[in-house]
């Protein structure tokens, strides 16, 4: 009697149980948001705009780390001053520059049913607003920002946390994200990235929009 031997692919396996995405460059075009918004807050304290660097560097970190980067030549202002500003700054007024991407709604109703969904962003305490004005909540098991956990992105500690609470794996999971923080981010945690809309990203799978997301193999 022959015996026939399978063999088994361990990656085709795995089956994906959570979907995680990232805010600014993804859920929403927010780069012209990052620019006024900064360059509010140095225009304040009387120093120039932001160059392309400085919007880039802003658009993919988090608050505090971005805040020290624009006002690191401006060494003569109060630290303290500028934290003060920042945080009894009302964030409504920048809301009207941030985009949601207009599939983002019928990609979340078609994968909420099949997948947990999560959100790891450098945003802070903006974060809430955000998703209350364009009545996102409702979609997301959960949410972790820059202020959750010790260490913000790329460190793996938000990707962990969900994991953690979620009770799922790495190799259970997607991420979405647009910049090389990311990519760092999902490395740390050892998760594979959809690169959005930025294909120079070393990243598993490359799209355009979300809908695109629905035909690739894990969730196929």
Known sequence: MELSIVSINLDEEKMLK?????CDGVMFSSLEANRVYY?????????PPMDTAELEYVHAHNVTDSVDYIFRHHNQ???????HYRLQLDYAPFLKHMQMEPDLPDFLKQIKQSYHTAISTNRTNTMDMVLDTFELRP????????SD?????PAPDALLTIFDTL????EETLYIGDTTVDELHCKSAGVDLIAFKNKDLDAKYHVN???DI????PLK
């Open 167 to 170: 009770k799922v794996t790495a």
């Open 18 to 22: 959570l979907i995680v995405f990232d």
């Open 209 to 211: 929009n979300f809908l």
């Open 214 to 217: 629905l035909e690739l193999p």
């Open 149 to 153: 956990v010790p260490h913000p992105k």
């Open 139 to 146: 979609w997301f098991d959960m949410v972790v920002t820059a």
């Open 39 to 47: 360059n509010h807050l140095l225009a304040h304290f009387n120093c």
């Open 77 to 83: 202002l109060d630290k303290q001053a500028i934290d």
